[in-house]
């Protein structure tokens, strides 16, 4: 029995490596297959562009306080005479002794002291500028009642499922604007070109345009039957062409991803010299991409197997597919309807391995909405918002949960082996097509 | 349990065992039908060694009766077997098949040996194996020199025989060939000719189609004649023949006095009827062809004409067909 399935299986996989290799070799000798990947990697060139010349421009801090303002004009700013007691409205009154600071000095003076947040209701913040703690009485430095002077206190909203930020008065009011606009534009800039470019668009296009003919397109030239005349069963044949396919695709999507990878982790915001940080991250959209593309290859081939314009077919579903990317991108990756989806799935993929490589991330977002508490108003959803940090928002949006309820790891496990069901169901069914398909 | 990642040296046997006892080619009854058209009308055949040429008009159902062997089509009704197993519900058989299909189509971006190779691959072998086998067969139909060329820069006839060269690369016991003296040259012509004689000397079955008779005469003398999706005749073209010599037959005469000949031709009892087509040729009506070919040279000699030419000018496919049915083709 044991040298017998050692015949069959040593016998498949010589058939296995004979079809793969000549799809490799196939893809390679068609301008569609250079086309489309050129495609891809000027599209990520382009947007890689902005994102270089981004990193590279500071943005004006802005003095949400307004405490490097001299108000009576004697060359103290007014965040130096508070400090001291004197008093800032009166020229008159300025600290005898001490040289004048530069107004650069009160600018964004008060950065966030949050740390990771872990809990529903948390006491976070200090005040490192001190405008907090000079005031006189117990209430103005307690203003927002929760018993714990100089804080920001953040209560977890069950309706819209987020922190409500009720800071006492001077708190981490004038964060570290720049450093804030680095950090949250690289990450929406990974997330984004992540999720969406690669992900979705990768993931879907290179399948319609590589997958869609795999079978199709040998059926039409007559050049099928090449194979067909084989001992070789027909599932076997569409199971080794689609390794050929993955064969190309695969070490291409993980290139690119590598490529983004070093780009960004040298460019990007650090203390050290690279973000190891993000290799995570990275890591998760490759492996996300690449079991998409999978899944959408098998779903395509089969297309092209039961209908000669199956390309019609893939791109219907590729719109229905489109619009699950931004149910899941834009319910912050809480709709359940984005699981009735491939993509739903792939970016689930991505969110856990997010939240297993920036453990900070909803801290950043969360931090860069409040903003330092400035510009409050009463937004459409009821609650007090602020005027958000540049960068905060596009990361909000490109962030999301994995919506399963389960620990990050077991999300990144779940939806990677929920991805790979789909494909081989995609096959099962693809194959079953094939097999009860006459060929002319 | 081990995948076989070097492939080199040589592979396990064969594990499908075919059916000894069973024709090589079998087809019971077998029917195929798209929509209202039938391709195929209750055709049973058995065909085991030997050369076997498939002759019929475009649309007979040639090609029908092929996809139907190798599994592209499945039978509207009826059994098709090869080795006496199913070729829709099981590939195994192919392991001893070799298929030359009549589309031109290659993968004009490989060489021969390459594509050969690749093929020859999907039949279980070893990298090595495969390598031999394929020299092998391109040496057998004389593509030794070119097969480090690109298919793409292959003459007709070479591309022809690169797909022969593919179909027998496992060295198998059938080989089905789709029309393929199609648009070759005289010398592929006979170099496949030859190659197809040599196969059926080495005792395999081979099957050729063809809609020229005198193509698959020289070929072979078994034949069948397919005909709107039926087998019209099957035997020995010998056969066919003196049967169809039964039915009227013309024999067309070129002399310079037809008129004086036709005196001595009524002699003939076999001699139907006459009529002088032009001022120099005169055509013979007879239902006994080979009566009047005895007696015609002592005619033509007591008549002291000149004859220039004989010809039987029906003595093609759409000519039997007639015959055979009767004038209705």
Known sequence: MSNRMDSIWSKLDRKATAIAEFTMRQYRTRISTWAVMGAGVMAVLLMLLFYIDAMGNDIEPIDNDGDSYDSDGDGYPDGQERKYGTNPDNPDSFPAGVSPDDPSVWIDEDDFNWGNLNGKNMSVGFDDDGDCVQKDTTSQRDTNDNGIECDVYLEWNVLTQSYDILSDGGVDEDPDDNTYVKEAGHRAFVLGIGKFGIVYLLGIFLPLFLATGLIREEMSDGTLHYMLAKPIARGEVLLYRMVGYLGIVWPYIFGLCAFLALVTGLIGPSDGFFRWEDLGVWLSIAWAAMLVSFVYGMIFCSFGILWKNGVVLAIIFATWELGMAFVALLSGGDSPIKFFSVIGWGLTLVDAGVALSWPDNWTLIEMGLWGGGNGEYYSWSGSWDYKALPGAEPLAVFSGESGLNMANWASFVTATMVLVVQGITAWFIGQTLFKGKEVD | ?329
């Open chain 2, 1 to 329: 349990m081990m995948p076989d990642m070097t492939q080199v040296g040589q592979a396990e046997a064969k594990e499908w065992a075919p059916n000894h006892t069973a024709p090589v080619v079998m087809f019971n009854q077998v029917s195929k039908t798209y929509g209202r058209i039938n391709a195929l009308s209750g055709v049973s055949l058995g065909i085991s060694g030997g050369v076997t040429g498939i002759l019929g008009t475009n649309g007979a159902g040639k090609s029908t009766l092929f996809k139907l062997m190798m599994g592209k089509l499945k039978p509207s009704s009826g059994d098709v077997k090869l080795f006496g197993t199913d070729p829709w519900k099981n590939s195994a058989p192919y392991s001893r098949v070799g298929f030359v299909s009549e589309g031109e189509k290659l993968y004009d971006w490989m060489t021969a040996l390459d594509f050969i190779v690749t093929f020859a691959r999907l039949h279980g072998m070893t990298r090595d194996e495969a390598r031999t086998e394929a020299e092998r067969v391109l040496e057998f139909l004389s593509l030794s020199d070119v097969m480090h060329k690109k298919i793409g820069q292959f003459s007709k006839g070479m591309r022809q025989r690169v797909k022969i060269a593919h179909a027998l690369v496992n060295d198998p016991e059938l080989i089905i060939l789709d029309e393929p003296l199609q648009g070759c040259d005289p010398l592929a012509r006979t170099t496949i000719m030859n190659v197809i004689k040599e196969l059926g000397r080495l005792g395999r079955t081979v099957l050729v189609s063809s809609h020229i008779l005198h193509e698959i005469e020289r070929i072979t003398e078994q034949i069948v004649i397919l005909h709107h999706g039926r087998v019209l005749a099957l035997g020995n073209s010998h056969a066919i023949r003196e049967m169809i010599d039964q039915h009227p037959h013309k024999i067309s005469l070129d002399c310079e006095q037809p008129r004086e000949i036709a005196k001595y031709i009524m002699d003939i009892d076999a001699v139907t009827g006459m009529s002088f087509i032009n001022p120099t040729r005169l055509m013979i009506e007879t239902k006994n062809l080979g009566d009047v070919h005895k007696e015609l040279p002592q005619v033509i000699l007591r008549s002291g004409q000149r004859v220039t030419g004989i010809d039987n000018p029906d003595d093609d496919l759409q000519s039997i067909l007639q015959y055979l049915t009767g004038g209705f083709v």
